[in-house]
């Protein structure tokens, strides 16, 4: 465990539902990790496994249909902790956090931006509720921001509409905006999907240097693998709603102890081996959130699947830093642990 | 923008044209004319053919279509609209007349029902699913459905002939027309106008607002820690705004226009009361006017939309 002043922000056991036409959606079903300053978190997982969920739950942005059930959500500001799940969910103590200690960017940059307001204003607002500077001194401080954002002109462009500019530019407007505070935690929901690779890139390397300059904590949502790789410093793998597997990026890159994580990372093609290079996709596909299995939930697609699996596993402390979820974690260990 | 409105105000000139060619040809395809319009159906049994074709050369109306369509173009382009053939009245002083009277009513009505159906679409939308909501949407139902004669006629038994609360028709009465002698006139007319236009407002800006809402922004703008109220009105609903401005500016025209049916059940001395009499009598001239200024106030509508749109929402270029 790490000493609690690493630490930005960690949940414990949290199970988020969502409830449509009278049946319960277990979204987030216990779900508990920690970001550290200065580091990034990368949650990886399929389409629908509660990555972007637990994203809303920190920020308490759920729809009006889903309710924080059960577990904690600490954010350790720098005037004590906060438990974020006791507050009101638009309350001034929630809004005062927003924006402002935590801020988020989504997923397409192209929708997240209103379209009739200029990207200065867009930016300025955030600067306006959470600081006591003038009109005059929000403005600079919000060229000062798409400068730093690496847009050039930044003068004449914060009078620009959002279609006016591009789709990396706004994604660099929305980080100016997310970062305007300088918040503790950074939560970027797929901040590159929408984005061609080039600016996936230069978005990447921009986030890095926020870490760095700024002691920032990133959670970063992705699917793709290599940002992983590229980004992360640890790692929580989620599959339907809880995480199977979380640890440093070393060890979970690279030793993979649950079949899920395992089962992901083989079915990546990699580039260089050639168009002979054997892709094993995941059999089956995910199961209906409202018909779950009984037991594990990864055991109707997995091959190492045994009878214990019908019953649902504990999370297990593998070792200080590495957390598993399942029953026969100890076939994949490398041979000598 | 200056010349793209220019622009736009020359293309009005064809548009009405084309426009005025086609009603003077409906005109002339209804059957009878001015003249047997105006006499008296006793007298005119006992009239010859002859006389008949006198008055008939008397009005010009002797002549082929396209020669009196010629003449009465001619005219129109020199300022003349011509005189009312029931009455004798110039149409310009008929028009200057009946006008206020018309903008009056169309004005008031116009104002409420915007201002009412903004206000209450976005509580239905904000309030989704309350009962507060559900109850709007009944009477927004039975605003749009039920025609505005039936509303006008409830309207004046109820307040009018059983409360006598309010006239029962007319804008002013001679030698009363201080604002407080004028007030109880157009209250009724106005309200029963502006319902049918308000619930349809209010159906637009409600659905307007419900999907502004639920776009992406919206939760940006709240994990900006916006407080509520401003992610709402400024984000929300100045964006649900261009929809309703484009539904407000099409209504336009017929307001202006005259509000046909509910002039002539109040008995409103206005564009819409003078229609329908124009019509009856086959006051050609009367009518030829009127329906080109209602042609005319569609055109001048859709203009303003679009600068208004513009305006409002900066993706739309005008040039």
């Known amino acids: 465990m790490q000493a609690a002043h690493d630490i930005a922000l960690s949940v414990k056991d949290l199970k988020t539902y969502f409830y449509t036409n009278n049946r319960c959606n277990k979204a987030i079903n216990g779900v508990s990790f920690e970001i550290r300053k200065g580091k990034t978190l990368c949650v990886v997982g399929e389409s629908g496994c509660g990555k972007s969920v637990t994203a809303s739950t920190i920020m308490q942005l759920l729809p009006a249909l889903s309710r924080i059930e059960q577990g904690q959500v600490t954010y350790h500001s720098d005037n004590g902790d906060v438990e974020i799940e006791k507050l009101e969910r638009d309350g001034q103590e929630m809004r005062a956090i927003r924006g402002s200690e935590i801020a988020m960017i989504f997923q397409d940059p192209m929708t997240a931006l209103n379209p009739v307001y200029t990207i200065g204003f867009q930016i300025g607002e955030s600067l306006k509720y959470h600081t006591n500077l003038n009109s005059k001194e929000i403005r600079e401080r919000t060229i000062d921001l798409l400068r730093d954002m690496g847009i050039s002109l930044p003068e004449m462009r914060v009078d620009d509409y959002p279609h006016q500019f591009s789709g990396g530019m706004r994604q660099r407007a929305m980080i100016a905006m997310a970062m305007s505070c300088n918040p503790k935690i950074l939560i970027a929901d797929e901040p590159t999907t929408a984005l061609d690779v080039t600016i996936q890139a230069q978005i990447f390397e921009l986030m890095e240097k926020l870490k760095t300059e700024h002691e920032t904590a990133i959670m970063l949502i992705t699917h793709d693998m290599g940002v992983v790789a590229e980004l992360a410093d640890d790692v929580a793998v989620m599959y339907m709603g809880n995480i199977v597997e979380a640890g440093t990026v070393d060890q979970v890159l690279r030793n993979p102890v649950h079949p899920y994580t395992r089962a992901l990372l083989d079915s990546i093609p990699v580039l260089g081996k050639g168009k002979d290079q054997i892709i094993s996709p995941i059999s089956g596909s995910t199961p209906d959130p409202y018909n779950r299995p009984i037991g594990c939930q990864f055991a109707p697609r997995c091959s190492y699947k045994t009878d214990v699996c019908d019953v649902m596993p504990e999370e297990v402390n593998v070792d200080k830093t590495r957390r598993v979820m399942c029953w026969n974690y100890k076939d994949l260990l490398p041979n000598g642990e | ?319």
């Open chain 2, 1 to 319: 923008m200056l010349i793209y409105i220019i622009r736009r105000v020359l293309i009005f000139i064809p548009m009405l044209l084309v426009i005025s060619f086609l009603v003077y040809g409906a005109l002339e395809l209804t059957p009878g004319d001015a003249v047997s319009a105006l006499i008296n159906p006793e007298v005119s049994g006992r009239l010859t053919e002859a006389q008949f074709n006198e008055l008939r050369e008397a009005y010009g109306l002797n002549k082929s279509f396209l020669a009196r369509y010629g003449i009465w173009l001619a005219n129109v382009f020199q300022g003349n609209f011509g005189h009312s053939l029931a009455g004798g009245v110039p149409i310009s002083t008929i028009f200057l007349d009946r006008l206020p009277a018309t903008l009056e009513l169309s004005v008031v009505a116009l104002l409420f029902s915007t201002i009412m159906g903004c206000i209450l679409g976005t509580f239905s939308a904000l309030k989704r699913g309350s009962i507060a909501d559900s109850s709007l949407t009944v009477v927004g139902m039975l605003g749009v459905s039920i025609p505005e004669f039936f509303f006008g006629l409830v309207a004046l038994l109820i307040f009018a002939l059983n409360l006598g609360w309010l006239p029962v028709g007319g804008r002013l009465l001679p030698g009363y027309d201080s604002i407080w002698d004028r007030a109880p006139h157009i209250i009724m007319p106005a309200m029963v106008l502006s319902l049918m236009m308000t619930a349809g407002v209010m159906r637009y800006a409600r659905s307007s607002m419900l999907d502004a809402l639920s776009k992406e922004f919206i939760k940006t703008a709240r994990s900006k820690g916006l407080p509520e109220w401003r992610i709402n009105l400024m984000h929300g609903f100045r964006v649900a705004l261009t929809p309703v401005v484009v539904l407000i500016g099409f209504r336009l025209p017929l307001l202006i226009g005259g509000s046909v049916i509910i002039e002539q059940v109040f008995q409103w001395p206005g564009i819409g009361n003078a229609f329908i009499a124009a019509v009856r009598g086959s006051d050609y001239p009367l009518v030829m006017m009127i329906a080109l200024f209602s042609v005319f106030s569609v055109l001048l509508a859709s203009l303003v939309i679009d600068v208004l749109t513009a305006l409002i929402d900066p993706r739309v270029r005008l040039n």
